[in-house]
């Protein structure tokens, strides 16, 4: 009797399985569609990112800035020429232009030579960018046919149309540009670049003063247009008693102070002489801290003469700088 119900549970196990097996279904699907190249438009999208990487606007703003350095030093050059004519006496001072210029001649070949190279550079890239923008081109063209809904044709359609109604709306109705700077109120406009200095000598006491200012007098008077000065810090390196004219700057950087000093006071320091490298000239006249005071002193170079503007006090004397700068 157990026999016989193991063998029927055997039998109804075998034909379950077999009715599974008859009523199963297998449908074969293919895709008329060709596989999108998802590696390829990868491989485009990292390339265009390379490219606009290559092309900065600090490429533009390089060359920008050799074109206006070297305008710079052209005028210059051809000035300290036409100063070395006037001034030469055939001997150490003439000597000492000529070095001047020799070495103006070097920097605006080096600038030259830059801006030779930064243009080949730019060239090139311009070749180049040409050539990947045409492939570029090309690439989508041909993932385009992948698109078989037209979603990227009714997209670009979309864009097209959005530009044109654009146009048309700022046709009607133009906008008026504004008339003043919208940031700051230099009307000269922001900085384009801001090159380091440049040394030609090692100045007419080299080694000896750290610290002092020098300038040209914005407001000059008539006939030293092209005068210099120079304060140097001589005591301490803080404190000064005097301001050297030059009568130019082949003068400044070979050290022939033909005006000579113009002395404040005879001791160093005292009241009302210089204190700290905060120096400037305007109109013939100094600017400067005073000598330990919350003062700012104005030294007239014609009447050799001191007046002094009294500030508030506990006013630092770095503060003072600004002050007498915008004086």
């Not at 005028?75 to 006496?89: F, G, H, K, M, T």
Request: net charge negative; proline share 4%; charged share 20%.
């Amino acid at each position: 009797m157990k026999l016989y119900a193991i063998a029927l549970q055997c039998a109804l196990f075998t034909l379950a399985e077999q009715a599974s097996r008859d009523d199963s279904c297998v449908c074969e699907l293919r895709n008329s569609e060709q596989r999108f190249p998802h590696d390829k438009l990868s491989t485009v999208e990292d390339n265009t990112s390379e490219c606009n990487s290559n092309i900065t606007s600090q490429k533009t703003l390089e060359l920008e800035s050799l074109l206006l350095g070297l305008e710079r030093r052209l005028p210059q050059l051809q000035e300290d020429v036409a100063i070395l004519e006037r001034e030469n006496d055939g001997g150490l001072y003439g000597a000492l232009s000529l070095q001047v210029i020799e070495n103006e001649m070097r920097d605006i070949m080096q600038l030259i030579e830059k801006l030779n190279s930064t243009t080949l550079g730019h060239q090139q890239l311009i070749t180049d960018t040409t050539q990947q923008l045409e492939d570029f081109k090309a690439q989508m063209v041909e993932l385009e046919k992948y698109d078989t809904m037209q979603v990227v044709k009714r997209q670009k359609a979309n864009r097209i149309l959005k530009r044109d109604l654009d146009q048309c709306k700022n046709g009607l109705h133009p906008t008026n540009q504004p008339t003043q700077p919208t940031q700051g109120i230099c009307p000269y406009g922001q900085f384009v670049n801001i090159t380091g200095a440049v040394v030609n000598t090692a100045g007419e006491y080299p080694g000896s003063y750290k610290y002092g200012a020098w300038g040209r007098d914005p407001k000059p008077e008539a006939g030293k247009e092209s005068w210099y000065w120079l304060v140097m810090m001589t005591s301490n390196n803080r404190f000064s008693n005097y301001v050297r004219r030059y009568s130019s700057l082949s003068s400044l950087i070979v050290g022939v102070s033909v005006p000579g000093n113009v002395q404040i006071h005879s001791t160093n320091p005292t009241t009302n002489t210089i204190q700290g490298p905060n120096v400037v000239m305007y109109g013939e006249a100094l600017y400067y801290n005073c000598y330990n005071q919350d003062a700012v002193c104005r030294f007239n170079l014609t009447t050799k003469t001191v007046t002094t503007l009294q500030l508030p006090k506990g006013t630092r004397f770095a503060a003072q700088l600004c002050l007498s700068v915008h004086s």
